[in-house]
């Protein structure tokens, strides 16, 4: 069934291997659901998803601080506004590419669904490298995309926010530009800082909401978080804020990671080895030379999962994690994985989980406390009432609780639950409803 769906799809999407991974991972879950349902297999649900809506690419001139024009390439993807406005991430990586933002927005249409709120699913971003460049640079730089982008945006048309290596910064570059552009002060963005705007916890969203789904993964198993070893990938604000939250519950974080290797720490990271990771990623440097007090040790070249965790929490970037990888934690008797960042388990890695019967979140449900803070940073604005940072975090525990049970219930099989199979369907179903009542559009 999935491969006669497949051979439908736009020959173009063939050739971008990471697109055709969300989507082939996604068919084969859904594609069921809607032959047995006239009316979506009619309004042809899936295929009408695998193509967005429209693809905006955008050409990027600024200047650096030698006063050297530089040229970058920049794209939003809106994907689908059936639910609510498109809603996603901006990334500035230099391994951006239109393959890349296609298969996150794809994502992002099934993840914002799970929330509950009404979010369409977009994302966007530039291969524009912000490593060495300075403070001015990326002003500028966010300046010249906004330019560009401004038109496309708003508080009921596109709502981007931010993504790898695009944070309060950043979104605060691009909220003064968009508010002179376009002459309003209308919430086309969020992450927004809390001083103009933003809304409590925002920065903190993903990392605990993950750690408040795993939390609710590991109550299936009659667990709690205490003294559970858990290794972490990363060392954006998702690893870190999940750090934090995963020790103030009991567990022992003993990893998180960079491109050159990774931080061990065999009794646990303490809070202040993550701030100290912190201030190093915003300093721009290495984590090889942690001071002895800390209790940790960088190991280059070596990847989280070689230390034996008992829960495994990927929150790097896509396909970061292999089939090899995945072996070494089946061999080391790991329990669960749960994904902070978007599809970061080949599809080989996550078949090989499946067959030892590793329980293992999708991004879509696990890290999907970040956008669903900012679907409440989009209500406080329109209400212009701002919740305290306990209201959010109590809201934030209650959606992953309610998408923790919502994916449960689609995706208990034989005593067990499919967390993947579970979130494609209960994400798909919201989708399927909303595009079919709406007519051939
Ligand atoms: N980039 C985040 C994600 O992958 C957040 C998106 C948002 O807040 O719009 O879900």
Redesign the pocket.
């Known amino acids: 069934m999935t491969d006669t769906f497949l051979s439908k799809i736009d020959g173009d999407a063939a050739a971008q291997p990471n697109f055709w991974q969300a989507l082939e991972e996604v068919a084969r879950d859904v594609l069921p659901i809607e032959k047995a349902h006239s009316e979506f297999a009619k309004a042809r649900v899936l295929h009408r998803l695998a193509e967005p809506d429209r693809i905006l690419s955008f050409r990027v001139v600024w200047e650096d601080d030698a006063g050297d024009v530089q040229i970058n390439r920049a794209w939003r993807v809106q994907a689908s506004n059936a639910i609510g406005p498109y ?5 500035f990586h230099p391994d951006v590419t239109v393959d890349t933002l296609k298969f ?1 927005a794809f ?2 249409c099934f ?2 669904a799970l929330t509950g709120l009404p ?1 369409g699913g977009a ?1 966007g971003g530039a291969n524009f490298d912000p490593r060495g460049r300075s403070n001015a640079e990326i002003m500028r730089f966010c300046q010249a995309l906004m330019r560009q982008m401004a038109r496309f945006i708003g508080p009921d048309l596109d ?5 790898i290596n695009v944070g309060t910064r950043e979104i605060g570059y691009l909220f003064g530009a968009w508010r002179q552009l376009s002459d309003s002060y209308a919430a086309a963005l ?2 927004k800082g809390l001083s103009y705007g933003g809304s409590q916890m ?1 920065i903190e969203a ?1 990392g605990y909401g993950l750690i408040y789904f795993v939390a609710c993964m590991l109550a299936e198993q009659g667990k709690g978080l205490d003294g559970q070893r858990i290794a972490i990938s990363g060392r954006g604000n998702v690893a870190t804020h999940a750090a934090g939250k995963a020790i103030d519950l009991g567990g022992t974080v003993i990893t998180l990671s960079s491109t050159s290797g990774t931080l061990y720490a065999p009794d646990g990271l303490t809070k202040e080895a993550v701030e100290w990771v912190q201030e190093r990623k915003a300093a721009g440097e290495e984590m090889n030379a942690p001071p002895t007090s800390l209790g940790a040790s960088f190991h280059a070249d070596k990847t989280p999962w070689e230390f034996e965790p008992d829960i495994a929490l990927p929150c790097a970037t896509q396909n970061e994690l292999t089939r090899d990888m995945a072996c070494m934690l089946a061999e080391a008797g790991t329990q669960l994985v749960a994904e902070g960042a ?1 599809m970061p388990l080949t599809s080989d890695a996550a078949a090989l989980l499946a067959r030892k019967g590793i329980p293992r979140a999708p ?1 879509k449900a696990a ?2 406390g ?2 669903a ?3 409440l940073e989009i209500s406080q604005n329109a209400h212009g009432r701002y919740l305290s940072a306990d209201e959010v975090d109590r809201a934030l525990k209650d959606i992953m609780q309610t998408i923790h049970s919502r994916v449960a219930e689609e995706g208990r099989k034989d005593g067990q639950i499919d967390y993947q199979l579970g979130a494609n369907i209960a994400a798909y179903r919201k989708l399927a409803k909303a595009i079919a009542e709406q007519g051939i559009v």
């Open positions: 809603k996603g991430g901006l990334r996150l994502e992002q993840k914002n979010l994302k709502v981007p926010a931010g993504d969020t992450g925002r993903t978007n991004g890290n999907a970040g956008v803070v900012s679907g």
